[in-house]
T-cell receptor, first 111, second 109 residues
Framework: DAGVTQSPTHLIKTRGQQVTLRCSPK?????VSWYQQALGQGPQFIFQ???????QRGNFPDRFSGHQFPNYSSELNVNALLLGDSALYLC??????????FGPGTRLLVL | DAKTTQPPSMDCAEGRAANLPCNHS???????VYWYRQIHSQGPQYIIH???NNETNEMASLIITEDRKSSTLILPHATLRDTAVYYC??????????FGKGTRLSVIA
């Protein structure tokens, strides 16, 4: 049984560009949450998707958007990239509100 | 803000038990205590969680005090691969996980 998978593993972008990160949940999970982890900090909640809708959102600007597909996979989109968006982006999946399991993350570097 | 307090760092000798404390004095009745760990540059790994009773799985044991204001994660025989940042999180289930700074555990040969 594959765990949570994320792609790509690493990404380099320049300021002003847009990026899309992808996440496939564990088998049987229907909920996907996204977190941002800056260097030396704990993960910070961005938003959560359930039944293809954003269910909860953290304190992140509208430049951060997402989508969940019928197969429960999810995308995180970030527009107009800033240097401060450089971070490890983590996806976690769960069955509804149960235990969240994290993927390996996508490391984004904005130059 | 995180509702837990953990020591910033701890050392443990390889093969000995690692006991990681966590204070959560404002925990609510419906909040679980969750433990995750994060090995350098990897995604957080779920370890264990509990509500009131002590819990044990193949990775660790979780001891929760009777008043639920503190808990201890026990790794019975620490190995070098257990070196990581350990996060204690109180979580009712229907809200996002809120991570604090965690405890950096160093297992020493």
């Amino acid at each position: 049984d594959a765990g949570v998978t994320q792609s790509p593993t690493h990404l380099i972008k320049t300021r002003g560009q847009q990026v899309t990160l992808r996440c496939s949940p564990k088998s049987g999970h229907d909920t996907v949450s996204w977190y941002q982890q800056a260097l030396g900090q704990g993960p910070q909640f961005i938003f959560q998707y359930y039944e293809e809708e954003e269910r909860q959102r953290g304190n992140f600007p509208d430049r951060f958007s997402g989508h969940q597909f019928p197969n429960y996979s999810s995308e995180l989109n970030v527009n107009a990239l800033l240097l401060g968006d450089s971070a490890l982006y983590l996806c976690a999946s769960s069955f509804s509100f149960e235990t969240q399991y994290f993927g390996p993350g996508t490391r984004l570097l904005v130059l | 803000d995180a509702k837990t307090t953990q020591p910033p760092s701890m050392d443990c000798a390889e093969g000995r038990a690692a006991n990681l404390p966590c204070n959560h004095s404002t925990i609510s009745g419906n909040e679980y205590v969750y433990w995750y760990r994060q090995i350098h540059s990897q995604g957080p790994q779920y370890i264990i969680h509990g509500l009131k009773n002590n819990e044990t799985n193949e990775m660790a044991s979780l001891i929760i005090t009777e008043d639920r204001k503190s808990s201890t994660l026990i790794l019975p025989h620490a190995t070098l691969r257990d070196t990581a940042v350990y996060y204690c999180i109180v979580h009712p289930g229907n809200t996002p996980l809120v991570f604090g700074k965690g405890t950096r555990l160093s297992v020493i040969a």
